[in-house]
């Protein structure tokens, strides 16, 4: 069979199964999920109690498939600035509009860098409002920390920024009602879910290695959206905590790259690997990207 049939085949499901259009995501974020929801959703049940979401990124899939959702959402990330936006999406919108028409206004080169390089407000708006323009215009829509500083260091991306529209807003806003954000470890997040609830992972997926005995030479580096990066030892315990919520009756599903380290921790699983298109192109060689990557969708057997 070849790869066109299957991929309609998929759409077919995804049709059958998934609610009314998904809404946008509002966020651009590297490595979301956007292309891949006709993939994603056939796993994800038509039913759901409380939907939980450790690694939010954009949130395509949790705009996908909010509508299934009878109870509440448990939204988090490490990344407290994509939170905050988050956030203001949905407490202060209001407020949130003129922020973003400033940040319009103003918008060049040079102001880039100079609100790059100025600290974050404590405010929970105005932090939204700077993620959002930063991310917006920045290289590839990348938002990567230094390690020690956690200052956001990506150079500007040579785009206009571009303002949310009120229906986006609104409709968004209407999703996270009932949700709950919080910046916080996949380890707290999840260990509440119970049986009837469903558990969506999008981990940052680790580098891919040009030379395996060289592990100094990365192709590609995804895993630095906070200062604090996410490691080997990291997917370990996320594959450990995997079995527990299978255990516990808790249905998971989960995206990640598509090799034989990240299959041999999911012995248990079912595991869908396919090729997906990344355009994301590179500032030096040692980033790039495959422009065919393997994918794969692990699916927890709760």
């Known amino acids: 069979m070849t790869q066109a049939v299957l991929d309609m085949l998929t759409e077919a499901q995804y049709v059958a199964t998934t609610d009314p259009k998904p809404i946008k995501p509002f966020?651009?974020?590297?490595?979301?999920?956007?292309?891949?929801?006709?993939?994603?959703?056939?796993?994800?049940?038509?039913?759901?109690?409380?939907?939980?979401?450790?690694?939010?990124?954009?949130g395509?899939?949790?705009?996908?498939?909010?509508?299934?959702?009878?109870?509440?959402?448990?939204?988090?990330?490490?990344n407290e600035h994509l939170i905050a936006?988050?956030?203001?999406?949905?407490?202060?919108?209001?407020?949130?509009?003129?922020?973003?028409?400033?940040y319009l206004k103003n918008d060049s080169k040079e102001f880039y860098y100079e609100i790059r390089s100025n600290t974050a407000s404590s405010c929970t708006v105005e932090k939204g409002a700077r993620f959002l323009y930063l991310n917006g215009v920045s290289w590839n829509h990348l938002w990567r920390e230094n390690s020690r500083t956690g200052a956001m260091n990506v150079p500007w991306g040579d785009r206009r920024?571009?303002?949310?529209?009120?229906?986006?807003?609104?409709?968004?806003?209407?999703?996270?009602?009932?949700?709950?954000?919080?910046?916080?470890?996949?380890?707290?997040?999840?260990?509440?879910?119970?049986?009837?609830d469903f558990v969506y992972l999008d981990p940052p997926y680790l580098p891919?290695?040009?030379?395996?005995?060289?592990?100094?030479?990365?192709?590609?580096?995804?895993?630095?959206y906070t200062a604090k990066t996410f490691e080997i030892a990291d997917l370990v315990a996320l594959a450990e905590l995997c079995e527990d919520l299978s255990r516990r009756g808790v249905r998971w599903v989960m995206s990640n790259r598509d090799t034989e380290s990240v299959r041999s921790l999911f012995p248990s699983a079912e595991i869908v690997r396919f090729t997906t298109h990344r355009s994301l192109a590179?500032?030096?060689?040692?980033?790039?990207?495959?422009?065919?990557?393997?994918?794969a969708i692990i699916i927890g057997r709760a």
């Not at 979301?32 to 006709?38: A, D, E, M, N, T």
């Not at 509508?67 to 448990?74: A, D, F, L, T, Y």
């Not at 936006?85 to 400033?102: F, N």
Request: hydrophobic letters at 40%; a positive charge; charged letters at 25%.
């Open 85 to 102: 936006a988050w956030v203001a999406m949905r407490d202060h919108q209001s407020e949130l509009r003129p922020l973003l028409a400033w």
């Open 161 to 196: 920024f571009k303002l949310i529209d009120d229906n986006t807003m609104n409709s968004i806003g209407g999703l996270l009602a009932r949700a709950d954000l919080t910046v916080a470890d996949f380890r707290e997040v999840l260990c509440s879910a119970m049986p009837g």
């Open 60 to 78: 395509a899939v949790f705009l996908a498939c909010a509508s299934r959702v009878s109870g509440r959402s448990h939204l988090a990330d490490l």
């Open 282 to 295: 590179a500032q030096s060689r040692r980033e790039v990207e495959a422009h065919q990557s393997p994918e």
């Open 208 to 224: 891919v290695f040009s030379r395996p005995d060289v592990e100094k030479e990365p192709t590609a580096k995804f895993n630095k």
């Open 27 to 58: 966020i651009r974020w590297a490595g979301g999920k956007s292309r891949l929801l006709p993939r994603i959703l056939p796993y994800v049940p038509a039913s759901i109690n409380n939907y939980y979401e450790p690694f939010l990124g954009g």
